[in-house]
């Protein structure tokens, strides 16, 4: 089944550093989002980047994607406590009214 | 800014009893969405409705499962005999526009109901 996949499954990191986070997936897709999901609550989306773009920038993130690879990875820089959170990767499938579909979720965990 | 409802947050029920989960996804969104996630695992999809009709549907969204729109602002998740598996947190989302190739389909969460079957 086409999913996305990130990696790794957790990352633990200072104030301030930069956090990376990837993810892969299986078919080819129109365009690939990151969610964040604080603890007990809903997703919220980040950020969109499509199939013919290679890198995208929202503020501290930085999304890029290589579809040759089947992948994306998403920089948080000079993160900050409140950014911890996890992290999820959804793709949709190269197909009108299909959904997104989440992969496993990096957990990251910023102490000041 | 406008947000998706869902209630009620959390639900114990007995197993095999029936529960239904209420949702008002964004008031103009057209596309409505139900996850689940067990506790620590991934988001998974169950099922997609637009235009009162079910799009599409996960193989987790068994006989169980049903979705209905009953009036123009609610979007209910009923699961008809609960499971002890069937414990998770359930998601509703609504996007104003599905997949494709001239669409980016950017989902809007509820907060959640946190299922708990005994």
């Given amino acids: 089944s086409q999913q996305g996949e990130e990696d790794p499954q957790a990352l633990s990191i200072q104030e301030g550093e930069n956090a990376t986070m990837n993810c892969s ?3 080819s897709i129109n365009n690939l989002q990151w969610y964040r999901q604080n ?6 989306h980040l950020i969109l980047i499509r199939s013919n773009e290679r890198e995208k920038h929202s503020g501290r993130l930085r999304v890029t994607l290589d579809t040759s690879k089947k992948s994306s990875s ?13 992290y999820f990767c959804a793709t949709d499938k190269n ?7 989440f992969g496993k979720g990096t957990t990251l965990s910023v102490s000041s | 800014e406008p947000e998706v409802t869902q209630t ?11 529960v239904i989960l209420r949702c008002v996804p964004i008031s103009n969104h057209l596309y409505f969405y139900w ?5 620590g695992q991934k988001v998974e999809f169950l099922v997609s409705f637009y235009n009162n009709e079910i799009s599409e549907k996960s193989e987790i969204f ?11 602002s609610n979007f209910t998740l009923k699961i008809r005999s609960t499971k002890l598996e069937d414990s998770a947190m359930y998601f509703c989302a609504s996007s104003s526009r599905g997949t494709g190739r001239s669409g980016a389909n950017v989902l809007t969460f509820g907060a959640g109901s946190r299922l708990t079957v005994l």
């Fill in chain 2, 8 to 18: 009620p947050s959390h639900q114990v029920t007995q197993m095999g009893q029936e």
């Fill in chain 1, 39 to 44: 603890s007990g609550r809903g997703l919220v």
């Fill in chain 1, 25 to 27: 997936y299986k078919t």
């Fill in chain 2, 35 to 39: 996850y689940r996630q067990i506790l």
């Fill in chain 1, 74 to 86: 998403l920089l948080i820089t000079a993160s900050r406590a409140a950014d911890t959170a996890s």
């Fill in chain 2, 62 to 72: 068994d006989d169980q499962f049903s979705v209905e729109r009953p009036d123009g």
């Fill in chain 1, 95 to 101: 197909q009108a009214g299909t959904a997104l579909i």
